[in-house]
């Protein structure tokens, strides 16, 4: 039998993102192999954080260059970043909130870069009036970071329509975001 590594990854990358106390046999079960098979793999659990820290690097980074931050408004730019995430959103929140990730004081470079590129079309939408500036850039790149995990679960749990997902964030991010309009 084959093992699809990337979806082994993708698996795991949920489930971690869940409970991050899952031993190696429960991703395994998870993924639907044998810890055998995970283990020729992935020597172990820092094996398999450090794999999912690269695929999820990866993609978030191929996401982001598909949004094209410098195109147009930068709401559109962030729209299209939604919609680019919405399949490696499992990866994403796994990145999030993966504390090995950020241990001691340093960070995964290739993952501080894409978070300063984020937080940079932020920066962008503030600069150009569309979004607040009582927020900080950080904040609202932290704050589309969650939305993202939290709507990966809610829609992996059932609780909320696949479908939903782009509009779903876009519109509280942005409903939140958006410098209001005095009348």
Known sequence: MTVDREQVLRTAAALLSRKATA??????????????????????????VRALETLGIQEFEA?????RFDDGPAEE?????????EPVAGL?????????????????EG????DARVAALFRRG???????IDLSPAWLTEALYGLVGTCAWAVQDGRVAAK???YMIAEL???????????
């Open 23 to 48: 031993t190696m046999d429960e991703v395994a079960r998870a993924a639907g192999i044998g810890r055998a098979t995970l283990h020729r793999h992935f020597a172990g659990r820092d094996a398999l």
């Open 63 to 67: 996401a982001i260059d598909r949004a």
């Open 77 to 85: 730019a962030l729209r299209r970043l939604i919609a680019g995430v």
């Open 92 to 108: 994403l929140a796994f990145l999030v909130t993966e504390n090995q990730l950020f241990e001691g004081d340093r960070m995964n």
């Open 111 to 114: 993952w501080a870069r894409l």
């Open 126 to 132: 503030q600069e150009e009036g569309d979004f607040r």
């Open 164 to 166: 939903d997902f782009q």
């Open 173 to 183: 991010l942005l409903g939140g975001a958006r410098r209001s309009v005095e009348r």
